[in-house]
């Protein structure tokens, strides 16, 4: 846990908090790596900005998202800044489908090219969270067990007992989720291999969370992530059944 970096610059006395950083650099990797892999497709300049321009909605739009439907999850008590990632996800997909028409970019092209720096982009955040001392796990004696500082929520919820990393867990599965879509995974079949690969790794790290993820009684048991988790596999399932499936074509009858 290493929350923030202090800075002293002559009179100036301050610190640079380490997780909004990593989302930055989260940021500029999804948009450098979109770019060039666009520009080396040899894509057309003016539909890489506007692609761009989608991105950035969909940014803002599911930090918004993430910070009204967290407020949902966990009641009005929680303090403002307080963000899930599901539901972050979901309301930047909404937002980046309707930048999309408006700019008139084919999402069907585009989206699979940005999955895997998604991916990335989304692992630079939780090494934010690992740094900033949220979304630790549960009490574990494993060789992977990691000690937070007195002063973090997991020493606030389980006492100086070792838990699980599991922003490191999920920072893992995410680069190499990026890696299978960008290098092994056909761009045809990206969208739904993300929808359920990821569903499936993030309803199973669930299990091992120990800090509070909010309520949604919806599915009893389950965390509101790892219900918006079973939407994505359902979703992807969905997908992957109607583009895979076999097509019925009639014999032509002779007259």
């Known amino acids: ?28 990797h999804l948009f450098l790596g979109v770019d060039f892999s666009a520009r080396r497709q040899q894509r057309a300049p003016k539909i890489i900005g506007d692609f761009h321009y989608c991105l950035l909605a969909a940014f803002f739009g599911g930090l918004l998202s993430a910070l009204l439907i967290t407020k ?13 990632a599901m539901p972050g996800i979901a309301g930047g997909t909404a937002v980046l489908f309707l930048a999309a028409r408006h700019f008139k970019v084919p999402l069907r092209d585009w989206l699979p090219l940005g999955l895997p720096f998604f991916c990335f982009a989304h692992a630079w955040g939780r090494m934010g969270c690992f740094l900033g001392g949220c979304c630790h796990g549960k009490p574990t004696d494993s060789f992977l067990a990691v000690q937070f500082p007195a002063n973090s929520l997991a020493c606030q919820a389980h006492s100086t007992v070792p838990v699980h990393p599991t922003q490191l867990y999920e920072l893992a599965f995410l680069v190499g989720l990026g890696l299978a879509l960008h290098y092994i995974i056909p761009a045809a079949h990206r969208i739904y291999s993300y929808l359920i690969l990821y569903g499936l790794g993030r ?26 988790c079973l939407l994505f596999i359902a979703t992807g399932s969905m997908l992957a059944w109607n583009q895979t499936r076999p097509v019925n074509r009639q014999t032509p009858v002779a007259r």
Do not use: K
């Open 203 to 228: 309803f199973a790290i669930e299990f091992l969370r120990g800090d509070d993820r909010g309520t949604l009684v919806l599915i009893p048991g389950l965390s509101p992530s790892q219900q918006i």
């Open 1 to 28: 846990m290493w929350p923030a970096i202090q800075i002293d610059l002559g009179a100036f006395h301050g610190q640079l908090p380490l997780y909004p950083l990593m989302i930055g650099c989260g940021l500029c």
């Open 72 to 84: 949902l999850f966990y009641g009005s008590n929680t303090s403002w800044g307080t963000i899930a």
